[in-house]
């Protein structure tokens, strides 16, 4: 679908005003809402990269309210898009439904059709509502005119692993004739937005990044040697911090074992988790959200679209697979911008289990060439179903075969999560898309060692957040443990090239220069993620150059 540019940039903005002012009571735009609206207005793919708090919801309730067409807003959590509908129900901007797993067939009709007829602006969905091919048709016929995307980060945080559905929704797009896309989320380093401008098939887009600083969060790192002190002294930090709070944990048991620990503390604390029943995961994030619980204990199953103002405190039992994670876990502190407090309880040998989730659930060269020659071979599109059949292997294991072959462009997976063949070598797309995995693997390993960084840090832990996401910051920030200790400023030492800047390694091909610390630059690399380089040997040895 061709869009064609409308009206000058400051008439536009006149529009995206009236329009807040009238249809939601806003009388001034936050950083960042304004643009994205005009942007969208004005025929542009966008993608918004703001922080919670700043109002991305509106961006699109104004933008899909003021196009002619309906809105299709992809939302990960069915609670998630509930809030959604309702916080639309309460403003003039058209109305909302939803469409999702949970409903009886006259719901799901009814949706569907009242989308259809134009009686709302908005339907919600998740993206495994489009392999349902009616949906899919139906969504087709009704030609929506944006298509947004809420929580975007999650086409890379879990498009790759257990909702490859993420991954397809370039093909959704596709097959809507390309309507203007809208994608959305508080935290995406410059490797997450490069893939999901990627991924969705976003064309000319405009990227909008707002300040990532959440400067009222104190944030600190706790070091031990042995995992038993470790979990007594969050258990005393939990029992003494101003409440409510959140404690992050990387496996079921350690969420179940410390909420147990807290509740013998006197603590009021409930252990959440995905392999708890729907029913009992509302029931407990509803205790939480209305103070009935005063601390909730979880993986990172919780705390998706979870906008609780008050929460005074994130800790991590254990740390975080990457800075990403991490600043999106303690992003739910302090939305109320009151005092809040972030600690990482660190033990060098956790980052163990982290590199070990890293380099589970791969697939070896030979299973997914059994994948690449069944969908060779096969007389038409092949759902993952039958191909699991075809090649004996679990689907999950077909499910990330398919995914490392699309990524290596051998295969196409339509909206629907059929897969078609798109070269007839199977051997070698299958050495492809190994080859394509290894660099996946290369860069979750880059992410973990960014974030064994940041615990093991000496200087400015903000500064190293925010270069980290791009952004330059001058230490000290006087709210993280480091500086209040007043450690002594690192060396100046020459740079030798700019922050943000494009450079190409001898070996590793181009890369982005992310943070200097002291006498290292840490660059970021297409081909294997981040490192750290010693500017003197990079100077010596001639390993980077500029790059236009």
């Known amino acids: 679908m061709t869009h064609t540019k409308t009206a000058p940039a400051t008439d536009q903005r006149r529009r995206v005003r009236r329009a807040a002012r009238a249809r939601l009571g806003h009388e001034e735009l936050r950083p960042g809402q304004e643009e994205a609206i005009a942007a969208i207005l004005d025929g542009y793919d966008t993608l918004a990269v703001m922080p919670t708090g700043s109002g991305k919801s509106a961006i699109y309730q104004i933008a899909g309210s003021l196009i002619p067409g309906a809105t299709v807003v992809v939302s990960p959590l069915i609670a998630l898009q509930r809030n959604q509908v309702e916080a639309i129900d ?12 949970t409903q009886r067939v006259a719901e799901r009709e009814e949706a569907l059709a009242e989308f259809e007829e134009g009686d709302v602006e908005f339907l919600f969905l998740a993206p495994e509502q489009f392999a349902n091919e009616e949906t899919l048709a139906r969504l087709q016929e009704a030609g929506p005119s944006l298509f947004v995307v809420d929580e975007a980060h999650c086409i890379s945080d879990w498009g790759h692993d257990f909702r490859p559905e993420y991954l397809r929704l370039g093909a959704v797009i596709a097959a809507l004739d390309h309507p203007r896309v809208l994608a959305l989320t508080a935290t995406a380093s410059p490797p997450v937005r490069q893939e999901i401008v990627e991924r969705l098939g976003m064309r000319e887009p405009r990227i909008i990044v707002r300040d990532f600083d959440r400067p009222n969060i104190h944030l600190a790192v706790e070091g031990f040697s042995d995992e038993e002190e470790k979990h007594e002294a969050l258990i005393a930090r939990v029992v003494a911090a101003p409440k409510p709070g959140i404690v992050y944990a990387a496996t079921r048991k350690h969420a179940e074992d410390l909420a147990a620990a807290l509740g013998e503390r006197g603590v009021n604390a409930v252990a959440y988790h995905a392999g708890l029943a729907a029913a009992e995961r509302e029931r407990l994030q509803d205790a939480f959200m209305d103070d009935e619980a005063e601390v909730i204990v979880a993986t990172t199953a919780f705390g998706m679209g979870v906008d609780k103002p008050n929460v005074r405190f994130v800790y991590h039992l ?33 980052l163990n289990l982290r590199r070990f989730f890293a380099g589970s659930g791969q697939v070896d060269a030979e299973q997914i060439e059994q994948v690449a020659a069944a969908v060779r071979d096969a007389s038409g599109p092949l759902e993952v179903g ?75 832990r903000r500064e190293y957040i925010l270069n980290y996401f791009g952004e330059g910051y001058a230490p000290p920030c006087d709210n993280c443990d480091n500086c209040e200790a007043g450690l002594p400023a690192e060396q100046e030492v020459e740079h030798p090239f700019p922050i943000n800047s494009q450079v190409v390694h001898t070996t590793w091909g181009p890369g982005i220069v992310m943070r200097y610390a002291g006498d290292t630059m840490v660059v970021l690399f297409d081909s294997v993620g981040y490192r750290t380089l010693g500017i003197d040997l990079v100077l010596e040895e001639g390993l980077l150059e500029a790059s236009s």
């Open 386 to 460: 039958d191909l699991a059949g075809e090649v004996d292997l679990s689907r999950a294991k077909v499910e990330t075969a398919v995914s490392r072959l699309e990524d290596a462009g051998a295969v196409n997976v339509l909206p629907s999560g059929a897969v078609v063949a798109v070269t007839a070598d199977a051997t070698a797309s299958a050495e492809e898309a190994a080859e394509a995995q290894e660099q996946m693997r290369e860069f979750a390993r880059s992410r973990i060692e960014m974030m064994r960084g940041y615990a093991d840090m000496r200087g400015c």
């Open 90 to 101: 309460e403003e003039d901007v058209g109305g909302a439904a939803l469409l999702n797993s």
């Open 318 to 350: 254990d740390i975080s697979d990457s800075v990403d994670a991490y600043y999106q876990e303690i992003g739910r502190a302090g939305r109320d911008g009151e005092p809040a407090e972030a600690i990482l309880f660190y033990r060098p040998e956790d």
